[in-house]
């Protein structure tokens, strides 16, 4: 009895084993999906590879195939820098001589034009250095007419040499003060030609060497500044450059004359443009960078001085095989293309419904709206890629595997 329920056993057994490998092999066949690639090849594709539109989606998606374009695109290397003046549109203002500040008229951000007053000091020592060349001119008056007299008396009496000698070398020294005290007057700006014993002038001018921005003041009424001190700072904005670093491994791409696009964080994605104009001969051993001078297109005096900036250098077209921006979605930080998966089998044809496959590519250059591209895989020539409405053709795939993964 023992041994007839052993084989009864066994064969309930054996029964079982066959089910359950029947179903297992029943639910591979259901979930593997067999389609032909480009060269009409079997292979298998799980539901996520493929996304599939009725013409209705098609049309209402705006959804366009094509195929590559052989384009002209250029390649950049990326670099960062800041907007900046060159030291002749750069100015610090400090006073020629020590004084004490009786006017100042602008504050920072004020336009100026070239030889405006920005501010007037008075001191005593104004007055002396003026004073001082007065008398010398006096004495120099009295001189010329003695030396005229005593080379007369010279030419008639060998024993008056003595006393010409004297009086050409005190008129010589003489000469040579007056030189110098009217360099100095010059300087901190009194003309001399306008000076007499009847007036001298109190004050002296600060000026704007050229017309500009004042960027920075350091004065109050009363402060006494010396030429240690900087009343003010000035910039002329129409001559804005862009100072950028390059990393090493990029710098030999770099020539000069080639296009900068360039953009500035604090004003949105607008776009500038420029060219290189010095390539650096020093190099950065800590940051491995050179500086690359650069030019703007037109000028721009609402920039300004330091402002950070994200810049590519162009580098010279090359032609390659280029689809528009939109073809090209991304995913999990990969790049993918669609093209139209044609099926064979007329018994599965739907010919309301059109089925697209996800293609691994890689990218390159992106220029104009169209980026470099490569497939991963070999396409036909003539494989119908999806140009427009990649997007909505991604969506319709995650959706799917969304409710596959349920």
Known sequence: MQRISYHIFLLIAFIVLVLFSSCDSKTTSLESASIKDEHGHEGEAGPKELAIFTSQQVEATGLETGSFQQMKLAGYIKANGMLDLPPSNQATINPPHQGFVEKTRFLEGDYVKKGTVLAELSHPDYLLLQQEYLEVNSRLTFLTQELERQRTLAAANVSAQKRLQEIESEFNAMTVRQLGLKERLGYIGIV????????????????????????????????????????????????????????????????????ITFRLPTQGNKSYEGEVHLIGREFDQENRTVNIHSHLEGEHPEFVRGLYAEAQIWLDARTVPALPESAIISD??????????????????????????????????????????????SLRSDAEIVLSGAYYLMAEMNKGEAEHSH
């Open 192 to 259: 001399t030609q306008k000076l007499s014993t009847g007036s001298m002038q109190r004050r002296i001018a600060i000026r704007a060497p050229f017309s500009g921005y004042i960027t920075k003041v350091n004065i109050r009424l009363g402060t006494l500044v010396g030429p240690e001190i900087t009343m003010y700072e000035m910039v002329d904005n129409r001559h804005m450059h862009l100072e950028l670093k390059v990393f090493e491994k990029d710098l030999f791409q770099v020539k000069k004359g080639q296009r």
């Open 332 to 377: 999990e930080g990969k790049s993918y293309i669609f093209i139209e998966q044609h099926e064979h089998d007329e018994e599965q044809d739907d010919h309301d419904e059109k089925q697209y496959r996800k293609v691994l590519v890689r990218t390159g250059v992106t220029e104009n709206g169209f980026t470099e591209v490569y497939p991963v895989e």
